[in-house]
RNA sequence: GGGCGUAUAGCUCAGUUGGUUAGAGCGCCACAUUGACAUUGUGGAGGUCUCCGGUUCGAGUCCGGGUACGCCCACCA
């Protein structure tokens, strides 16, 4: 076998080892070896199929696979299920943006037919490049299941989730007020607007001289619009006019306006009367909801004013009629102020172009509609009851409140409750070419809604496509060959297990997700969601061109390896926070990938066989079973903590760094290096050296791969790390004094002597130094750390029985170290018991009765402690007996 | 305007249910280093835990309030 080189190296075999690992067919899950009954699956939140991964989706990678090989490892029946988002709006835009650039044309141009060809070439390009990216980052991942949102399976689930949702009421065509983009021609949801602030002018004015009520806007072009002002039921100076109807002309259009009383008017805003324009506000358009109110529509889709806006303006951009308005109102003597207000106005995330609220006939689900509950037989929700009637909002509530499905970090349960509380109809059609068509086919006034077309002639499809968080809601099950509920996969893995992703898309995604696995198929999608944060730059900047901040995660893969880009991602972040990410950081943890890599290099250099140690070595010296002691300690808390319900990944990675560097490298090691000198312990000493090493790069394998499996190569075993089983703690031992050794010994460096421990004997350490004056302040040193009994010299000692370390010439000190054991023991034992006054008291007197402890504290806090028990004493909080026991 | 979050060492952040003298990594300083690892080791300096008040024997941790910053939602017309 080659030498292991004195650096790790990741470009030399990062490749190799994701190739081997994808050949051995061990991501899927059925190939998994042994019988495995407990289930752990996760679906991939599907990238966009538009670009490149950016460090955000590492994040995501790195987390889910740490989850995945864990889960793996632990036994489990595992399954990350891999896919793309077709992304319909920034798909398209990204196409038609090309298509101008390289071509001079728009998709117009080319026709439905031609342009969907196009973006799907382009698509194409964009998942292979996705793919390639996922797999050099080393996820675990199932390709054999690989999904796209808008592929053929997916598509015949969507249609069919369509129509259940049709037949069920759920879905619904109405003609409502939506958010209009007039330059992308199309209807954007809420997710895909940018509020943005800007200043504006606030008019106060009359329709007419003799209309009783001035009313506010900043918006008089939609007045034309208008069939109501709205007043506060309590407001004495409109109480008169409730109920009343006034005809007026304004600007040239016959208004019939309506007195209503609404609770929602702000009497203190304005005039404390509002202008109600059914058509253009969705404020306004509930308000005509509760009030019966007529709709006008005075704006068309392309920001022009229609007929119904009256002779005036008819056929006027917007803000050209504001200003034909403004000025007619000037004229009439109807304007009684303007005032500047900054207001915040909604545009389109994609074009910028300013929000204009129109009425129109779009699809929609109603989220408040009744419906009957149909209880899953495989995976039953506690606490609903099947036909009990509910609604989309309610499933959301309960499934939430219930924790059916709990979520990471909790406090995203309160902005998830602050959504889905205030939910609205969700509008599911878009006018674009790239998506999901609309299952609906329209003939004059009749709708057919199915899976697929309906028989006989003249029936022709809506032109709209899905709103891509659509087929995006149901890819937990989409994936798994829902429509067919018997579905081996569905069975198998649904529900799943965990949901990871950004806690930006809460409510985008997830809300959706959840809903609509409860409505279609009666069992929740998740039992975990794991929100991670954004990542930004060391200055906590958005990572974006314009910044030129942006770090690249397969440049920092290539320049530190994937292992460390991972570690550099998860270690040191906390779910619901953002990362801040620096290639300094990323060097860092290359430095202790290579410190892993030099730890394993010198155990096979210095063993005499590589060798898997399947059975605890039998420890002779203290520090064999303090290094056991501390590996059981790291296991049990790093299982605990990546293990469900804590995935506590940064910290766990934390506990392990400290065992692997902390412990293992700097004191197990340094003091192997004496004991494999020594012929009695050397066996012992490399069982344990391989037996850690081998527990320390299990337990590293989820967070870095890469490192762990190319040096488990080097133990010459068939089983890939990948599928070995996870460390276990097998037997916790008789404390050891370690500790004890490891302070004294801290103490001696500090004094520049050499020194040698006696793994042995527990009676004492040996110091040799040239000179007796070295030795005397060591002396005092060491009679500071506990209660020495005696301390020794000798120039030249016998060997002690079971001694290896003395040198003739030299002189060495003995020290009993009983005390100094027993000193440690105790304030680790006592450390985790404080729970009352009782105990405390008990603690204190125990701690200032050691007088070795005292010795060690400074005098100030001893004062404390006993002023504090004192003035417990006096208000009578504890046993006086215990204040007397210490003087 | 409503909601949520964050504030701990020079920097990036941990700190589970309140509990011994508040921790880590990086950076800095000193020393060591032909040694598995100059991608190393040891030691050190550095904190009124944002501020004010409260609960408690005890508060970084719980409660109330203030300040600063960040995020989400919202067309006060």
Not at 205 to 228: C, H, L, M, N, Q
Not at 317 to 346: D, F, H, N, Y
Not at 540 to 564: C, F, H, V
Request: net charge negative.
């Amino acid at each position: 076998m080659p030498e292991l080189p004195k650096a790790y190296e990741p470009s030399q075999h990062e490749d190799e080892i994701a190739l081997k690992e994808r050949e051995s067919g061990l991501y899927t899950p059925e190939n998994l070896p042994g019988n495995r009954t407990e289930v752990f699956s996760m679906v991939l939140p599907p990238p966009n199929a538009t670009g490149t991964l950016h460090m955000g989706h590492a994040v995501m990678l790195a987390i889910q696979d740490i989850m995945v090989r864990f889960a793996r490892m632990r036994g489990k029946k595992t399954l990350w299920l891999p896919g793309t988002d077709h992304a319909a709006i920034a798909t398209q835009v990204k196409v038609e943006t090309l298509l101008m650039k390289e071509e001079g044309k728009t998709r117009h141009d080319l026709g439905r037919e031609a342009f969907l060809q196009k973006v799907d070439a382009f698509v194409e390009k964009s998942r292979a490049t996705i793919q390639h990216q996922v797999r050099s980052m080393g996820c675990s991942i199932d390709w054999t299941r690989e999904a796209f949102t808008l592929d053929e399976p997916r598509n015949l689930a969507v249609r069919t989730m369509f129509k259940k949702m049709y037949d069920d009421g759920l879905m619904y065509r109405g003609y409502r007020v939506i958010n209009w983009d007039p330059v992308g021609q199309t209807v954007i949801s809420n997710d895909e607007l940018v509020p943005k602030e800007r200043t504006g002018t606030l008019y106060t004015f009359k329709y007419s001289k003799d209309f009783p009520i001035t009313i506010a806007t900043t918006r008089p072009e939609t007045k034309v619009g208008d069939t109501a002002v709205a007043v506060h039921p309590g407001d004495e100076r409109y109480k008169a006019f409730i109920g009343k109807t006034v005809s007026v002309v304004f600007a040239g259009a016959s208004l019939d306006i309506q007195v209503i009383a609404d609770e929602e008017v702000d009497p203190a805003f304005g005039t404390g009367a509002l202008g109600v324009t059914p058509a253009h506000s969705v404020i306004d358009e509930a308000m005509a909801k509760r009030h019966d109110l007529k709709m006008i529509q005075v704006i068309d889709e392309k920001a022009r004013m229609t007929e119904a806006a009256g002779s005036t303006v008819a056929g006027l951009p917007v803000l050209e009629a504001r200003e034909k308005i403004v000025t007619w109102l000037r004229s009439e003597g109807l304007l009684e102020k303007e005032e500047e207000t900054t207001q915040i106005v909604s545009t389109a995330e994609r074009t910028g172009a300013v929000i204009e609220p129109l009425p129109k006939l779009q699809w929609f689900v109603d989220v408040e509609k009744a419906f009957a509950f149909k209880q899953s037989a495989h995976m039953p929700v506690a606490g609903l009851q099947d036909g009990q009637m509910v609604t989309i909002q309610s499933l959301l509530q309960h499934a939430v409140r219930s924790k059916a499905v709990t979520i990471i970090p909790e406090r995203f349960e309160k902005s998830y409750f602050h959504w889905v509380d205030n939910y609205r109809p969700w509008c599911v059609s878009r006018q674009l070419w790239y998506g999901h068509r609309i299952p609906a086919w329209y003939k004059g006034e009749e709708v057919y809604v199915g899976v697929d077309a309906p028989e006989g002639s003249g029936w022709e499809q809506d032109t709209d496509v899905l709103d891509t968080w659509f087929s995006a809601g149901m890819w937990t099950y989409s994936t798994m060959g829902w429509p067919k509920e018997d579905a081996p996969d569905l069975r198998e893995y649904h529900p799943t297990t965990m949901l990871e992703t950004g806690y930006d898309i809460l409510p985008i995604w997830v809300v959706r997700m959840i809903f609509m696995s409860l409505y279609t198929l009666g069992e929740i999608p998740f039992s975990y969601v794991y929100l991670h944060g954004l990542v930004r730059d060391d200055q906590g900047r958005k990572m974006s061109k314009a910044l030129e901040n942006i770090i690249d995660p397969l440049t920092m893969k290539q320049k530190y390896g994937a292992d460390a880009t991972r570690l550099s991602l998860v270690v040191g972040s906390t779910p619901g926070n953002d990362v801040k990410l620096s290639e300094e950081k990323i060097a860092g943890y290359r430095n202790f990938v290579n410190k892993l890599w030099n730890i394993a290099r010198f155990v096979f250099l210095s063993v005499e066989e590589v060798r898997k140690v399947e059975t605890t070595p039998t420890p002779i010296t203290e520090a064999d079973t303090w290094i056991l002691n501390r590996l059981n300690q790291t296991i049990t808390s790093v299982t605990s903590m990546i293990d469900e319900p804590a995935f506590l990944f940064s910290q766990a990675a934390e506990v392990l760094r400290d065992f692997t560097w902390g412990d293992f490298a700097d004191w197990y090691v340094e003091v192997a290096k004496g004991q494999l000198q020594d012929e009695v312990l050397k066996q012992s000493t490399e069982e344990t050296l391989l037996y850690v090493l081998q527990n320390v790069l299990k337990m590293w394998h989820p967070y870095m791969p890469f490192v762990t499996t190319r040096l488990w190569e080097e133990f010459g075993s068939d089983k890939m790390l990948l599928i070995e089983d996870w460390p276990e703690v097998v037997d916790v031992r008789e404390e050891g004094s370690f500790e004890a050794f490891k302070e004294i010994i801290t103490v001696i460096r500090g004094t520049r002597a050499t020194y040698k421990i006696d793994p042995v004997k527990k009676v004492g350490v040996m110091i040799i130094g040239e000179s007796v004056d070295v030795l005397r302040p060591l002396e005092t040193a060491i009679r500071q750390l506990g209660r020495v009994e005696s301390v020794t010299f000798a120039k030249t000692m016998e060997r002690p029985e079971g001694s290896v370390f003395l040198h003739a010439g030299e002189y060495a000190v003995y020290i009993p170290l009983a005390g100094v054991i027993d000193l440690v023991a105790e304030r680790a034992r006592l450390s985790g018991e404080l729970k009352n006054v009782q105990d405390y008291v008990v603690v204190l007197e125990k701690k200032l009765a050691n007088t070795g402890f005292i010795d060690k504290a400074p005098v100030e806090a001893v004062e404390k402690e006993r002023g504090k028990l004192a003035e417990a004493a006096a208000k009578g909080e504890v046993l006086t007996q215990q204040i007397a026991a210490l003087g």
